[in-house]
């Protein structure tokens, strides 16, 4: 069962603004994300607190945010960024 991955216009904006590099290693944590979501061995993901379907991914310096929409098997990334400035609304 694999999952379809759906980029928030605020996302695909943030994506394209990274470096090549890192921008690159987010791609390759994207393409994971859409065979397990959950608990990817090679992937650092943990449920936000407070939420019923966020979750965070740890790619080096940057977080990306994604949400889980489980009856579509759909996982929409919602938010990426420096790990500093990702946390801030």
Do not use: C, W
Request: avoid cysteine.
């Amino acid at each position: 069962m694999s999952y379809r991955i759906r980029l928030h216009k605020r996302a695909t904006k943030a994506l394209r603004n990274l470096p090549k590099r890192v921008r690159g290693a987010v791609k390759q944590r994207i393409d994971l994300l859409a065979e397990d979501p959950y608990r990817h061995p090679r992937l650092d993901v943990k449920k936000m607190q407070g939420f019923d379907a966020i979750y965070r991914l740890r790619i080096g310096q940057y977080r990306l945010f994604y949400e889980i929409i489980e009856d579509e098997l759909v996982v929409l990334i919602i938010k990426v960024g420096a790990r500093g400035d990702v946390y801030k609304t």
